[in-house]
């Protein structure tokens, strides 16, 4: 079975200050990654995924997330938080064989303070 | 391409009435899936199709939920009868197997609530 977990409910950070938000997953062989962000009252936007090749993924407004295998992690991270950042950030995860769909984490929220 | 499009995008109705929330993926996609969204509960996978077909729904919390996907450009999700505890945001997303990931596209969701 796969899965995701999301530890923190809720990430504070100073604007200008690097932030991560920490995801670990469990699936049967190699994983799919994703990242997504949720601004109020919209959908979830894709940021980023990780398929193969290198273990550092750079996505849209400049987040980032490195993966590493032997800690089943796949951290979202940012050199400089912006106050337009705060958000609901999700981490999702499928096996790369198979048909499964993706599984969600239950979603860290993201506040940066000016 | 317009997204992923959803409606109404906001619903309130009387318990006991019958709701019915619509969705129409991205054209060319193949996979269509049904989220609901609460601050308990976070984000569920309601069901989701491919080709039309229905693949998976045990998601659905009862049998008030029920999802069709008629053609590969519509698909609904209706309760019939509603319930206060049904009030949520409901998404749809979509997404291609052709791209091999499975990445999936959401629409704005429709808030609904149930009084």
């Known amino acids: 079975a796969q899965s995701v977990a999301q530890p923190e409910d809720q990430v504070n950070v100073a604007e200008g200050n690097p932030l991560t938000v920490k995801c670990t997953y469990s699936v049967s062989g190699n994983p799919y990654l994703f990242w997504y962000v949720q601004y109020p009252n919209r959908g979830l936007q894709f940021l980023l995924k990780y398929i193969t090749g290198d273990n550092l993924v750079k996505g849209s407004y400049g987040f980032e997330a490195e993966f590493n295998k032997s800690q089943t992690s796949f951290h979202l991270k940012k050199p400089s938080a912006l106050v337009s950042d705060s958000a609901l950030y999700f981490c999702a995860v499928r096996a790369a064989s198979g048909n499964t769909p993706l599984v969600f984490g239950k979603g860290t929220r993201l506040s940066v303070i000016a | 391409d317009a997204g992923v499009i959803q409606s109404p995008r906001h619903e309130v109705t009387e318990m006991g009435q019958e709701v019915t929330l619509r969705c129409k993926p991205i054209?060319?996609?193949?996979?269509l899936f049904w989220y609901r969204q609460t601050m308990m509960r976070g984000l569920e996978l309601l069901i989701y199709?491919?080709?039309?077909?229905?693949?998976?729904d045990s998601g659905m919390p009862e049998d008030r939920f029920s999802a069709k996907m008629p053609n590969a450009s519509f698909s609904t999700l209706k309760i019939q009868p509603s319930e206060p505890r049904d009030s949520a945001v409901y998404f749809c997303a979509s997404s291609f197997r052709g791209q091999g990931t499975y990445e999936q596209y959401f629409g704005p969701g429709t808030r609904l609530t149930v009084t």
């Open positions: 199709f491919n080709n039309n077909v229905p693949i998976d």
């Open positions: 054209s060319g996609h193949d996979y």
